[in-house]
């Protein structure tokens, strides 16, 4: 699983890589996980607000921190 965290290192930003790593830990899943700083990286995903939650390529969550039990929902889907 390939886990991308898009934003600019705003401090909701870091707060959703923890959530994103507690999640991962707390699955016991193996996973990658990237953390996208570049502006013009960040809009080929074409999202307009940060923080952003890609998961194999796929935008799950944009413009605001996911709590841990969502990353999870959302990584066993």
Known sequence: MNIKILGTGCSKCDDLEK???QAID????EATIE???DI???MKYGVMTTPVLVV???VVVKGRTADVN???RLLNQ
């Open 35 to 37: 953390k996208v700083e």
């Open 56 to 58: 194999d390529e796929k």
């Open 40 to 42: 013009v990286s960040i």
């Open 19 to 21: 959530n994103v790593k």
């Open 26 to 29: 707390d699955l016991g899943i």
């Open 70 to 72: 969502e990353i999870k």
